[in-house]
């Protein structure tokens, strides 16, 4: 059964700082990449951070240096720790596979950075 479950948004200041969290299912956590994407009003999904099987990590130019991703294989659980953030970062956060693997999405967790 496929799952992909995200929490740890909220609202923040400017500046402040959140870390998300997503449990995966084996199925996706074991076989793929994982990534972190984020869908604001308006605009379409974008992907934000990647971690690899041997833990590699690339980043969005918009939040290279803020933002770090990170994994634990024993939990099948990816993490996204957010810092320095600007109103800008303000979306629905997801966490999936690099690339996803079917159409399916999580709930995703709302981010909304604004003073």
């Known amino acids: 059964q496929v799952q992909l479950v995200e929490s740890g948004g909220g609202l923040v200041q400017p500046g402040g700082s959140l870390k998300l969290s997503c449990v995966a299912s084996?199925?996706?956590?074991?076989?793929?990449?994982m990534g972190w994407y984020r869908q604001a009003p308006g605009k379409q999904r974008e992907l934000v951070a990647v971690?690899?099987?041997?833990?590699?990590?690339n980043y969005a130019d918009s939040v290279k240096g803020r933002f770090t991703i990170s994994k634990d294989n024993a939990k099948s659980m990816v993490y996204l720790q957010m810092n320095s953030l600007k109103p800008e970062d303000t979306a629905v956060y997801y966490c999936?596979?690099?690339?996803?693997?079917?159409?399916?999405w999580g709930q995703g967790t709302q981010v909304t950075v604004s003073s």
């Open positions: 999936n596979g690099r690339p996803p693997p079917s159409d399916y």
């Open positions: 084996r199925s996706i956590f074991s076989n793929y990449a």
């Open positions: 971690i690899f099987s041997g833990g590699f990590t």
